[in-house]
C-alpha cells in the first residue's frame, strides 16, 4: 500500500487540466465501443460476403461436374450462374407468424402436374416502403419432411430474374417468433435450366410488387 500512495501523492498536477472529467471519460468510452463494434461488424460483414462466394463457386462445380447436375449432357457448355452482388439489404430478419390450423396447400408447377405441401407460417418484413408479408410452407415427401420452403416472384421475374419465381429454403426452429431471409441465398429451380424438370411455382400471395435484387439471376438470355 505504501508504494502506490506515493506512486499517486507524486502525479504530476498539470495547470488548466482536471485529471478527472466524467464527461470526457463518458465520451472516449462510447467513441471505443462504437469503433470496435463497427470493426467488428465490418469483419463479420466480410466473412459473409466471403462465405457466400465460396458457397457460388461450389454450386457452380457442382452444375459443371456433379452426374445429378440439371445441366446432364450439356455440362460441357455450362459456363457458370448469375447472381447479383451480396447485399446485406437483403438480409432480412422477419417477424413469424406461425399458423396453429395448417393446411395442405395445392401448387400449380411447370409442367402442368400438381404439388402438395403444408402452411407453416408467414414471414412478415418491410422493404422499400412495402410491408411484406409471404407464405412459408413444409415439405411432406418423406425425404425432406420438415424441411421449410418459400417460392416467391418480384418484380425483376422474367426480366433480371427467372420468370417462374426463384426459392428460399429456410431454417425451423420451434418456438421462433422470427425468420432470418436472406434473399442473396435465392436460387433458381432446376426448371430454370432444363425442361425435364417439373417445379412448383409461387402462391398468389407470394408475387412482390418490390423489386429483389439479390440471389440467383437468370440463366438464359
Known amino acids: 500500500m505504501e508504494t502506490r500512495s506515493a506512486i499517486v501523492k507524486f502525479l504530476p498536477k498539470r495547470r488548466g487540466m482536471k485529471v478527472k472529467n466524467p464527461f470526457v471519460i463518458v465520451l ?12 467488428q461488424v465490418s469483419r463479420s460483414s466480410g466473412d459473409y460476403v466471403i462465405n457466400l ?20 449432357a450439356a455440362k460441357k457448355e455450362f459456363k457458370g450462374l448469375n447472381y447479383f452482388e451480396p447485399d446485406l439489404h437483403y438480409r432480412i430478419s422477419a417477424t413469424l ?18 404439388m402438395e405441401y403444408l402452411e407453416y407460417g408467414h414471414a412478415e ?7 411484406c ?4 410452407l413444409e415439405l411432406l415427401d418423406d425425404a425432406h419432411r420438415g424441411t421449410l420452403f418459400l417460392a416467391f416472384a418480384d418484380a425483376t421475374s422474367a426480366l433480371e430474374t ?10 425451423k426452429t420451434p418456438g421462433a417468433t422470427s425468420i432470418l431471409l436472406d434473399f442473396n441465398e435465392a436460387y433458381n429451380p432446376y426448371c430454370a435450366y432444363s425442361e425435364n ?8 400471395e407470394n408475387i412482390l410488387k418490390i423489386a429483389i435484387r439479390a440471389g440467383e439471376k437468370k440463366y438464359h438470355d
Open 197 to 204: 424438370y417439373a417445379c412448383p411455382l409461387p402462391p398468389r
Open 97 to 114: 407468424h406461425p399458423i396453429q390450423e395448417k393446411k395442405i396447400v395445392t401448387l400449380p408447377a411447370s409442367d402442368g402436374s400438381e
Open 28 to 39: 472516449v468510452a462510447v467513441v471505443v465501443i462504437i469503433i470496435y463494434y463497427s470493426v
Open 162 to 171: 427467372y420468370g417462374a419465381g426463384r426459392y428460399l429454403d429456410l431454417k
Open 125 to 131: 418484413f418491410k422493404m422499400s416502403g412495402e410491408v
Open 53 to 72: 462466394i465460396n458457397e457460388r463457386k461450389a454450386k457452380n462445380e457442382f452444375m459443371r461436374s456433379a452426374d445429378d447436375s440439371p445441366f446432364g
Open 133 to 136: 408479408k409471404l407464405l412459408i
